[in-house]
């Protein structure tokens, strides 16, 4: 799958479960706009179209990318420093980092470690793929040959933010009860794991029209390439424009109608667009697990692109 951007540039859709830090942590990061989930997270997650889950622990489940703190201190923060490793982790971080800073007003930095001068010239690379669209960090390769040196050397008041799987010298390090990362960064840290997107952060209302709807009224009243029918919420058909533009305008559309194909709210953005292929086009129907339909997802052309025939997928 071809990287992109771990969360939106604009506002984030953060929910959070009950732990310590956690409320503080996500209304910081959706601008005091944060929602707490219900008993189903699954749900609540999907209904918010969340972009982050901010909770007290890493879960197995990756339906979202995951935000944990660790002793967090939003008043002993005087700057956040991203953790950076290389992947999609640590472009995460450095993105909960850039808004921590601008939530707090205080500044921001993206470190890398490097145990010897071999390896410096991949932590720099590390530094500018998690750093890309944020101009306003500073960038530093540090030498230390053990996590411990390199949290010791944090200036005070730092919190930390880093990749749930990144760098195995930093997980070794919070693993830990935390005595020395509390020392080293007395406002905390945060842990992040990025989760691919999935159809319902995305999707957009849902569009379609009733199984007795003449072909010719529906030709007037949309230009979607595939039109979904639903009955009573479900999906229940598509009809592909081709159809509907030669069709005669009183025959209704459960005439033209093939089976339904349609993509569930949290599958990944990538089935989206393998089934966009054979679609048309975009925009491609999204159904709950009962079948009602929920919305329309657009992929992007780098979704697109890698589930084409013969798309290549980034590493």
């Known amino acids: 799958m071809a990287e992109g951007p771990s969360i939106p540039a604009g506002e984030w859709s953060v929910v959070w479960a009950r732990g310590h830090g956690c409320p503080e942590l996500a209304d910081l990061l959706a601008g005091g706009r944060a929602i707490r989930t219900g008993p189903d997270l699954r749900a609540s997650c999907v209904e918010a179209r969340a972009d982050l889950l901010v909770g007290r622990r890493l879960i197995p489940e990756d339906l979202v990318s995951l935000a944990v703190p660790y002793d967090f201190q939003p ?13 999609p982790h640590s472009r995460l971080a450095a993105g909960v980092a ?11 930095s993206l470190l890398a470690v ?38 010791r050397a944090l200036p005070p008041g730092s919190l930390l ?8 010298w930093w997980r070794r390090h919070l693993a830990a009860p935390g005595r020395q990362l509390r020392l080293a960064a007395p406002a905390g840290a945060v842990v992040v794991r990025h989760a691919p997107p999935r159809c319902f952060r995305i999707m957009e209302e849902p569009v379609a029209m009733g199984l007795h709807m003449p072909a010719g009224e529906a030709r007037r009243l949309t230009d ?3 039109l979904p029918v639903a009955e009573e919420g479900r999906l229940v058909g598509l009809v592909h424009r081709r159809r509907l533009d030669d069709a005669d305008p009183a025959q209704p559309l459960s005439h033209l109608m093939e089976a339904p194909r349609a993509v569930q709210v949290d599958d990944p953005l990538e089935a989206a667009a393998a089934l966009a292929v054979t679609l048309d086009g ?5 159904i709950d697990s009962g079948g009602r339909l929920r919305g329309l997802v657009r992929p992007g052309p780098a979704e697109t692109n890698s589930a084409a025939p013969g798309g290549a997928h980034a590493g």
């Open 161 to 168: 933010v880093l990749g749930a799987s990144e760098g195995t």
């Open 75 to 87: 008043a002993a923060v005087r700057a956040v420093v991203a953790a950076v490793a290389g992947g």
């Open 114 to 151: 490097s145990p010897e001068p071999g390896a410096d010239s991949r932590a720099w690379e590390a530094l500018e793929r998690a750093g890309d669209g944020l101009a306003s960090a500073e960038r530093s390769v540090r030498r230390a040959a053990n996590p411990g040196a390199a949290v």
């Open 224 to 226: 979607l390439p595939v």
């Open 98 to 108: 850039q808004r921590l800073s601008a939530a707090l007003d205080v500044p921001v």
């Open 282 to 286: 975009t925009p491609v129907p999204v």
